[in-house]
Structure formats: structure tokens, C-alpha cells
């Protein structure tokens, strides 16, 4: 079983002028805030602006048991050559026992507290959870053994307790980072002023603002309370900057300059400040905690990191190509907000009629009927989804590049991670 692991590391590409073994296209200027990262190491990767190309992607689901198309994205995987795999059910149990932990965690004396705070952790509402996925399989797939039996169950310490058990330490991270995202959307539905989330009523609409406001405050407490009990500054630093980058990309999108509004490079920096800098520094904690070396906790963080801004590309598109009752929250939402996405930037480049639009942020009537129909006769969509593969094939090649597994389980989990790329290409919702 841990050929596959090698035979992914031997097939990537990688030459002295080309260290990351990515394709051509794949090679010039990185937008510059990218660059800004203590972590971000491995030099110039890529541009919104050029042609995006999947090949390594494709390469690395080939490799990964996942036949590719040259028309379509839907992978699937390639029967007789590597085993199905679903990175969901790999951590299946321990996930439970982190959810689990997470409405224990969330309880408070105060019951109109603990029922807004429980809201969104609650059995049947708590969305996909790649998060929490995402970061126990980074764990296992950096440690020679999987859990033991005892860590599967929950643990039922109280927050500021320390876990003198790494996994312990590990599954903590998997639960903060759960939480910081959860009141992060409570804070959003209030400035959005939504009325649904994961197809529910949004918690600002069933209890109000404040009370909406307030539970993510909680939620921020209780998940800097956790993280202070893990007793590593490095981690507590990293988890605290995801907090302020979160603030700052929100900042970022509400402020925006007319200058800024057209720019793809100003999208993905606040794409990475919204929903990159999460997964990309909770995967980068889960390797310290684990006692890896720099190299492998910066592999983690670009995995995390790519993975986080394909994840939001493919969120933009959705806005367009889904629906409201898929979605659990409205449809078209972006452009009804005034929020020029991928999709748009893209047929704007192609239609500069989409451009006075955007400036005024779809508000005359009609604006968001008109580009819509643009970014349909656009390649405004096709343009989005490649440059989500992009992304997705940069985690994968992060994957790709961490130490060889050290058991079957181990092996499991890298290639789980290689299999959750390629489902954020292809989800529905
Ligand atoms: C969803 O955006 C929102 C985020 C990814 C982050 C929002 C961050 C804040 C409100 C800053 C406060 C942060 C904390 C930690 C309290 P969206 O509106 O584009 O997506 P949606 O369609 O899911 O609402
Ligand atoms: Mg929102």
C-alpha cells in the first residue's frame, strides 16, 4: 500500500528551475501579499491572471487512484487500481467524538447563551466539517500510528485543561478551528443581514443581532480558552492571527477601493484572509503539535492554504451555477450584495460592459439580472473552476512532497487529503 505514496512523490516533476514540479503556467508571479507569509518559502508559484492549468492536478489524481477527464472535472476513482476512497470516513468516529466535544465545549450556565452558541454544532446542523476533517487526517497522515482506541472516545476534560496527550492536543486544534469558523459566519449572517444558513434560519434572524453577535463572541472566548490550554505560543499566535486575518479580509471586502474593485489580485487576498488563512494555519498547527520539522509544517500550511482558496473559488462559482434550497443559503447572493467574484472579474475581462456594474456595485436595477447573463455567455465560470484546479493541484502537490507514510493508515490519510482536492472541485454545495 505505501507504493501509492511513492509513486506519487516519484511522478511529481520537479527540476532545478522548477522546484515545485508544477507545469509551466503554473510557475510566474504569485499576487504579492502571498509573498507576505513567514511560511510561504517555496517561492514564485502562481497568478490569477495567467491561463490555468490542472495537468499536475490531473497527474496527481491519476497517481491517487482518480481518473481524470480532459472535459470534465468530475473525477472519479479508477476501480482495480487503488481502493474508493472517502476521506470523511476515515476519521468517521473521531470526528464524532470532536463534534461531541464541541457541544460539550460550547455549554454555558447562562441558558439563552448556551442554545445560541450550541446552534450551528448541533446534531444535523453542523455542515460539511471539512475542517475538523481536514486536520485529523493531516494528523494521521503525519504519524507512523493511528489513533488508539481511547482517543476515538471523547474527551470530556474541560477546556482550560492541557492535554498531555499529543493526538489530545491535535483534536483540540480540529475543534477551535471549528469554532473561530462558526463565529465567523455568526458574524457574517449579522453584516450580510442573512436569513439562512446550512439551510436553516440564520441565528441573527431567530434571536436577533446581538444575541447573534454576542454567541460568536462566546464562541471566540471559549475557543481562545482551548487553544491557550494546548500551552504553545507558537500555535496560540498562529490561531489568533487566523482571527485577525478574518477581521481584515472582512474589512477588506467591505472597504474596497473603486481602484481595487476590478482587481482579480485583491479578490484573492481577501480570499486568503477569509477562508485561506484558517485552513492553511490550523494545518500548519496540527504539524507543530505533531513535533515535525519546518519543511513538513510549511507542506501543511500550503496544503491547507490552496486547499482553503479552492474551496472559496469553487463557493463563488456555486453562487451562480446552484441553488438556493442546494446551497442552504440564497443563491446569487454575491452579486445581490454587491461582491464581484471570480466568475464576474473573469467575464468582465472578456465583456466590458460588466465593468460600470461592478463600480456601482449591481445597484441599479437590473444590474444583477445583466451580469448574470454575461458571466453565463462568458468563460467567466469555466475561468473560476480552473483556477479552483489550480489550487486544488497545489494541495495536492503539497501532499505530494511530505515524508514518505509511515504506515498503511498513515498512507490512507495522505491519499485522503489528495481525495479532498479533488471533491472541492466537484462538490454541489
Ligand atoms: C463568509 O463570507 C464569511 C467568512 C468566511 C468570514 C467572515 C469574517 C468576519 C465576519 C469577521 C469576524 C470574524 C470572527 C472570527 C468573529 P461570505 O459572506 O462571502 O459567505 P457566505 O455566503 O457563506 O455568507
Ligand atoms: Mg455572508
Not at 500548519?284 to 482553503?308: K, M, N, T
Amino acid at each position: 500500500m505505501l507504493k501509492w505514496a511513492r509513486v506519487a512523490r516519484q511522478g511529481t516533476l520537479r527540476t532545478a528551475s522548477n522546484p515545485l514540479g508544477i507545469s509551466a503556467g503554473l510557475q510566474s508571479g504569485l499576487p504579492s501579499f502571498f509573498q507576505e507569509s513567514p511560511h510561504d518559502s517555496h517561492g514564485p508559484q502562481t497568478s490569477c491572471f495567467q491561463s490555468p492549468h490542472t495537468a499536475m492536478h490531473q497527474q496527481l489524481l491519476i497517481q491517487n487512484g482518480f481518473q481524470t477527464s480532459p472535459h470534465t472535472s468530475a473525477w472519479g476513482p479508477l476501480w482495480g487500481q487503488a481502493p474508493a476512497l472517502d476521506p470523511f470516513a476515515l476519521v468517521h468516529t473521531e470526528l464524532e467524538s470532536v463534534s461531541e466535544r464541541l457541544r460539550r465545549s460550547v455549554f454555558t450556565e447562562i441558558p439563552a447563551l448556551s442554545t445560541a452558541a450550541e446552534y450551528f454544532f448541533r446534531l444535523g446542523a453542523e455542515g460539511k466539517r471539512l475542517r475538523p476533517t481536514m486536520l485529523l487526517l493531516m494528523a494521521s497522515a503525519l504519524s507512523a500510528a493511528s489513533p488508539s482506541a481511547s482517543f476515538l472516545q471523547v474527551d470530556t476534560r474541560p477546556p482550560n485543561v492541557h492535554p498531555t496527550e499529543e493526538r489530545r492536543r491535535q483534536q483540540r486544534v480540529a475543534e477551535i478551528s471549528e469554532m473561530i469558523h462558526v463565529a465567523s459566519l455568526l458574524h457574517d449572517d449579522v453584516i450580510d443581514e442573512a436569513t439562512t444558513r446550512r439551510g436553516l434560519k440564520a441565528l441573527n434572524a431567530l434571536f436577533g443581532n446581538k444575541v447573534a453577535i454576542l454567541a460568536g463572541d462566546f464562541l471566540l472566548a471559549r475557543a481562545s480558552v482551548t487553544l491557550a490550554s494546548l500551552r504553545n505560543t507558537e500555535v496560540i499566535e498562529l490561531l489568533s492571527q487566523v482571527i485577525e486575518h478574518l477581521v481584515s479580509g472582512e474589512i477588506l471586502q467591505m472597504t474596497v477601493a473603486d481602484s481595487e474593485l476590478l482587481s482579480l489580485d485583491h479578490y484573492i487576498k481577501k480570499t486568503y484572509f477569509k477562508t485561506g488563512s484558517l485552513m492553511a494555519n490550523s494545518c500548519r498547527a496540527i504539524a507543530l503539535l505533531g513535533g515535525h520539522p519546518e519543511p513538513v509544517c510549511d507542506l501543511s500550511w500550503q496544503y491547507g492554504r490552496h486547499l482553503g482558496l479552492a474551496f472559496q473559488f469553487i463557493d463563488d462559482l456555486l453562487d451562480f451555477t446552484s441553488s438556493s434550497s442546494t446551497l442552504g443559503k440564497p443563491a446569487l447572493n454575491d452579486l445581490k450584495s454587491g461582491l464581484a467574484t471570480a466568475p464576474v472579474l473573469y467575464a468582465a475581462q472578456e465583456f466590458p460592459e460588466l465593468n460600470p456594474m461592478i463600480l456601482r456595485k449591481f445597484k441599479l436595477d437590473g444590474d444583477v439580472a445583466a451580469a448574470q447573463k454575461l458571466v453565463f455567455r462568458s468563460q467567466g465560470i469555466q475561468m473560476t473552476r480552473d483556477l479552483a484546479a489550480e489550487h486544488a493541484g497545489l494541495a495536492a502537490d503539497a501532499v505530494s512532497r511530505m515524508p514518505p507514510a509511515q504506515s498503511e493508515h498513515a498512507e490512507q490519510c495522505q491519499r485522503a487529503l489528495t481525495a479532498i482536492t479533488e471533491r472541492v472541485l466537484t462538490r454541489k454545495k
